[in-house]
Nanobody, 115 residues
Framework: QVQLVESGGGLVQAGGSLTVSCAAS????????MGWYRQAPGKQRELVAR???????NYADSVKGRFTISRDNAKNTVYLQMSSLKPDDTTVYYC?????????WGQGTQVTVSS
């Protein structure tokens, strides 16, 4: 059974930092491209950051220079380090694992940035 379990969300003041984690099980983690998405109420889910199995990364323009995605294949975990957080970053963040036609989602973790 595949599980992606996010953790680390919470409340932070604007300008602050927060790191969210996603622990994967039931998959061969090292071959999966991993990503973080977010979805605000009434809006489509959008890509925040992605890291390939080979370690290449890409980011949404809105988070470039502020967020960093990384992975630890030994721990089957992907991280999203968020800094200089803004109230607009407030929403639910979802972990995604993708390999070929296989596509899995976590349950999401809430990040709230207060002004």
């Amino acid at each position: 059974q595949v599980q992606l379990v996010e953790s680390g969300g919470g409340l932070v003041q604007a300008g602050g930092s927060l790191t969210v984690s996603c622990a994967a099980s039931g998959i061969i983690f090292s071959v999966y491209d991993m990503g973080w998405y977010r979805q605000a109420p009434g809006k489509q889910r959008e890509l925040v950051a992605r890291i390939t199995s080979g370690g290449s990364t890409n980011y949404a323009d809105s988070v470039k220079g502020r967020f960093t995605i990384s992975r630890d294949n030994a721990k089957n975990t992907v991280y999203l380090q968020m800094s200089s957080l803004k109230p607009d970053d407030t929403t639910v963040y979802y972990c995604n694992a993708r390999h070929s036609t296989l596509n899995y989602w976590g349950q999401g973790t809430q990040v709230t940035v207060s002004s």
